[in-house]
């Protein structure tokens, strides 16, 4: 997981080790202070900056010095499937973040790691929620919560609803799920075999007919009997209009509390549009990231937070309910630059 994002950031680091900038050509002081400096220092800065930090003890890199590695950095973070929006604004946050900084002379590659470990984390705080406490809260507050998952073919969404329902059964919350997929063949099935595994009720309907109806019916169930609702719905394109259609009447006659995305982290960079146009026809709260745990390359999380500005509100890393997690960012800026 994280695997070449985490080798990219190094890179990036790495780069900024100074060699010799000969592309400057020193006077005779400069060259009689340079060859006072018995060790080089580990940052590619030019001579002037190089004779200040002899001085000082500081060093402060200057635009010139940084540009070059930080437009190398943004096409490194394309590779690893952050999308380019996102890309662009962390290349200038790090860019204004290097240059404004004074570093130390020494461990110069320690305090840089250090500056794009908290810019990162910072960035990436901007995504966390506490799903299922705000699940429970809105649960609590009148005795009612609907929650509809929405997302494309083969992301998960039936499975990871199940895991959610076995959650919140297990802190023993009441929970309905509400198979709202009836054009995906054995998904009514599927639901069912979770449902009766985990201990929920499940409403259901036969294939071809009205999934907002199911949500309804179950809703109308969970007026009575206290109960936290999640409605499952076809996996679909945005691209397809007739579908989008139905999930507008789903979302219109249920009238769900959040409205969740799911799709595939391996999906890299272009989830940001996915979710963009799932948005701007039925409005979505935030995503949940399924295959974590196969996802080499690491760049929809940023993607996702960053350029689409959705929180991430749940990660999948595997095929038990255990499996499913609660985004934390630190977590993640931990896995991809480590100590």
Do not use: H
């Amino acid at each position: 997981m994280f695997g070449l994002l985490k080798k990219k950031i190094n890179e990036f680091v790495d780069k900024l080790k100074i060699t010799e900038n000969v592309s400057e050509e020193p006077t005779v002081e400069e060259k009689t202070m340079q060859n006072e400096i018995k060790k080089p220092t580990k940052v590619d800065v030019g001579i002037k900056t190089k004779i200040k930090s002899k001085i000082t003890g500081k060093i402060q890199l200057n635009e010139k010095e940084v540009e070059k590695y930080v437009s190398e950095f943004e096409m490194s973070l394309l590779e690893a499937d952050v999308a380019i929006s996102a890309a662009e604004e962390l290349c200038n946050k790090i860019k204004k973040r290097l240059i404004e900084k004074k570093f130390e002379s020494r461990d110069l590659e320690k305090q840089l790691k250090k500056e794009l470990k908290e810019l990162l984390l910072e960035e990436l705080k901007k995504g966390e929620n506490k799903i299922f406490e705000d699940i429970v809260n809105k649960f609590n507050e009148k005795k009612l919560a609907v929650i509809l998952f929405v997302g494309p073919n083969g992301a998960g969404k039936t499975t990871t609803i199940a895991k959610i329902a076995d959650k919140l059964n297990q802190q023993k919350i009441p929970v309905i799920i509400a198979a709202g997929d009836t054009w995906r063949a054995a998904s009514q099935e599927q639901s069912k075999i979770w449902a009766d595994k985990i201990g929920v009720k499940v409403f259901g309907g036969a294939y071809g007919s009205d999934p907002a109806a199911i949500g309804w019916k179950a809703i109308d169930y969970a007026t009575k009997n206290p109960s936290i609702v999640l409605i499952d719905s076809a996996g679909r394109q945005s691209t397809n209009i007739n579908l989008m259609k139905e999930l507008e009447k789903i979302k219109r006659v249920n009238k769900p509390d959040l409205t969740i995305y799911i799709g595939e982290a391996i999906t890299g960079n272009s989830i940001v549009d996915q979710i963009k146009e799932f948005d701007d026809n039925i409005k979505v709260d935030g995503a949940i990231l399924t295959k974590m745990d196969v996802d080499e390359k690491g760049g929809a999380i940023i993607s996702v937070i960053i350029s689409a500005k959705k929180p991430v509100y749940l990660l999948g890393m595997g095929q038990k309910s255990e499996d499913l997690k609660e985004y934390i960012a630190s977590d993640i800026v931990d896995k991809i630059i480590g100590e």
